[in-house]
Nanobody, 125 residues
Framework: QVHLVESGGGVVQAGGSLRLSCAAS????????MGWYRQVPGKQRESVAA???????AYAESVKGRFTISRDNAKNTVSLQMNSLKPEDTAVYYC???????????????????WGKGTLVTVSP
């Protein structure tokens, strides 16, 4: 089992930045890919970014050029740097992990089996 805990959410004005972090524990040797997803109440959870064990990244079109995913395998953490935030980025952001060995873009539009509880990001106009 893999346990994921997110941190770093909050309230920011449009155009501002936030950095989310996620710490993994448990059966971490099984993890290949990690990712960030987000969900607005009443809507489906959507992919934001993914990174595989080799450090290859992939992003949803809506965040390309603004968000950067990174991971520190030594510390078992994954981060999401969010710049130029827009009100439509407001959502609960979830960290996720997967054992599958796939290219990072495989996970854009697909879910992962392990999830954190989420952290709320609110972007005010």
């Amino acid at each position: 089992q893999v346990h994921l805990v997110e941190s770093g959410g909050g309230v920011v004005q449009a155009g501002g930045s936030l950095r989310l972090s996620c710490a993994a524990s448990g059966d971490i040797v099984s993890i290949n890919a990690m990712g960030w997803y987000r969900q607005v109440p009443g809507k489906q959870r959507e992919s934001v970014a993914a990174i595989n064990n080799g450090g290859k990244t992939a992003y949803a079109e809506s965040v390309k050029g603004r968000f950067t995913i990174s991971r520190d395998n030594a510390k078992n953490t994954v981060s999401l740097q969010m710049n130029s935030l827009k009100p439509e980025d407001t959502a609960v952001y979830y960290c996720a992990a997967d054992w599958r060995v796939e290219a990072s873009d495989y996970f854009i539009g697909r879910g992962m089996p392990y999830w954190g509880k989420g952290t709320l990001v609110t972007v005010s106009p």
